[in-house]
């Protein structure tokens, strides 16, 4: 069992920067891929960015690629979500999960979900 809990959003104008950060609690947290999703109001959950279990792999979106950077610190159990250069259309619920395996960009694929935290990226 893992349990995820994201903090770090907030209001923030576009150009500027945010870091998410997702805590984990549970065993084995370093045995799963770890990814970023997010959902605006009226649309479907999306893919953001995954990292592999040690870290040494990153993917992302086309939408956030040279923008979002995923990291994780297996020592304090937590994954990270560095956002820079934000725009209004990034604006939307945030959830860290936690995948046994799987297609990487699917939600499905993971097994644990965050509650989310709003980000809000003014004009």
């Known amino acids: 069992q893992v349990q995820l809990v994201e903090s770090g959003g907030g209001l923030v104008q576009a150009g500027g920067s945010l870091r998410l950060t997702c805590a984990a609690s549970?065993?084995?947290?370093?045995?799963?891929?770890m990814g970023w999703f997010r959902q605006a109001p009226g649309k479907e959950r999306e893919f953001v960015a995954v990292?592999?279990?040690?870290?040494?792999?990153?993917f992302y979106a086309d939408s956030v690629k040279g923008r979002f950077t995923i990291s994780r610190d297996n020592a304090k159990i937590t994954a990270y979500l560095q956002m820079n250069s934000l725009k209004p259309e990034d604006t939307a619920v945030y959830y860290c999960?936690?995948?046994?395996?799987?297609?990487?960009?699917?939600?499905?694929?993971?097994?644990?979900w965050g509650q989310g935290t709003q980000v809000t990226v003014s004009s």
């Open positions: 549970g065993r084995a947290f370093s045995r799963y891929v």
């Open positions: 999960a936690a995948s046994n395996g799987g297609e990487y960009s699917a939600g499905t694929s993971y097994d644990y």
């Open positions: 990292i592999s279990e040690r870290g040494s792999r990153e």
